[in-house]
């Protein structure tokens, strides 16, 4: 009997999704982690003046947060916001994206306004930990620079290496296991068909924000919520991606962000789309970076990263290049197939809303 490929995934993925169970929060009833008490919202604020010559304006910028966390949850205040997911208690992780290099990455006045935004449910700046995979990714950003007396900065490896099986950051006890392996790695050696979660989530946060950036990538097809995850929070992540022609991303990505350890903790997505990159990435390549001027809010990241993708292919259709579901290499995106695929997948995974009718993109432009 012929199984066809969408029926075979729909059945693998959903069966493994209905052991997960979800975090609550004792200030709210409503189910907090992925897709969270939101599924399918995604709030766009957009303010054309949250940059100007290339700097974010950080007053501005706290205004969209404040305005982002308001109409997310539904509260009257930015003061109410923040406790219907935060608590006094918390130790929450903030996951930044600094791969992009300084010119297409976190930027600290989006940091300040999550940090001030914490406060405000009673999260002390001592119990916040930002966190990225690599140090000196992070070093080199200035990212470490950005935070106040009490706040740590955590990394789960000092640097990235094409090995990627170091396990001093990394906790034995959580991995994604899956039959992909880099060339001369081990094919029988566990370890080498692992990817085992950074401490920093497993141990050290109970809670997490995800904060990346609006690109491209070109064998992800984007790199927005679900791999900044999925490549921000465990090791040997780059046999997903290992050449052009194998490329295994579509099914890595939701493969990771669905392990309980993560998908309990991240509770909270805001995508940084004040600067995004529609081609070359994950690097920030100066001559596809444009400024959509809006920051994203949402607990869903399926829908997130639907949206997100609408919006970089809009921009390629509007230089002339093809939506990236159908884009071939070129000098700057060298992989055969942009997997794209991996934000459906996830949604077959219960990790949010993949379809349009179910996904509500609430659009406040501010001035």
Not at 74 to 97: H, R
Not at 309 to 323: S, T, Y
Not at 340 to 352: D, P, R, T, Y
Request: with cysteine; hydrophobic share 40%; aromatic share 8%.
């Amino acid at each position: 009997m012929r199984i066809d490929r969408r029926h075979f995934l729909e059945t693998a993925f959903l069966g493994a999704a209905a052991a997960l169970s979800r975090s609550t929060s004792n200030a709210e009833t409503r189910p907090l982690g992925i897709p969270g008490p939101y599924p399918g919202r995604v709030v766009a604020i957009e303010h054309p003046g949250c940059i100007v010559s290339g700097t974010y304006e950080p007053l501005v910028v706290r205004q969209m947060v404040e305005r982002g966390m308001t109409d997310l949850t539904g509260a009257p205040t930015w003061q109410d916001a923040w406790p219907s997911l935060f608590e006094k208690g918390d130790v929450v992780g903030i996951k930044v994206s600094p791969v992009g290099g300084p010119g297409l990455c976190s930027d600290a006045s989006v940091l300040h306004a999550i940090f001030d935004g914490l406060n405000q449910a009673g999260v002390s700046d001592d119990r916040i930990v930002v966190f990225n995979r690599y140090r000196e990714e992070a070093l080199a950003a200035g990212i470490d620079k950005w935070l106040r007396p009490g706040i740590r900065f955590e990394a789960a490896s000092p640097r990235y290496d094409n090995v990627q099986l170091d396990m001093d950051g990394y906790d034995e006890n959580h991995f994604m296991e899956m039959a992909i392996v880099k060339p001369g790695d081990n094919p029988n050696d566990p370890h080498s068909r692992r990817s085992y979660v950074a401490k920093v989530v497993t141990t050290e946060v109970n809670k997490i924000i995800n904060v990346p950036v609006l690109k491209h990538h070109q064998s992800a097809g984007v790199t927005i919520t679900l791999k900044n995850m999925s490549h921000g929070f465990v090791n040997n992540v780059n046999r997903s991606h290992i050449t052009p022609t194998a490329n295994a991303c579509g099914v890595f990505i939701p493969s990771v962000v669905s392990l309980p350890v993560i998908r309990q903790k991240v509770v909270l997505h805001v995508v940084d789309a004040v600067k995004a990159s529609y081609h070359g990435g994950p690097t920030g390549k100066p001559q596809f970076i444009w400024e959509p001027k809006t920051l994203y809010f949402g607990t869903d990241p399926v829908a997130l990263d639907k949206t997100g993708w609408k919006l970089i292919d809009a921009k390629r259709q509007e230089v002339g290049m093809a939506p990236i579901a159908l884009s071939k290499p070129d000098q700057a995106s060298h992989f055969l197939n942009c997997q794209v695929e991996h934000i459906e997948i996830a949604g077959m995974l219960g990790l949010g809303e993949f379809s349009d009718d179910k996904i509500e993109v609430r659009r406040v432009r501010l001035s």
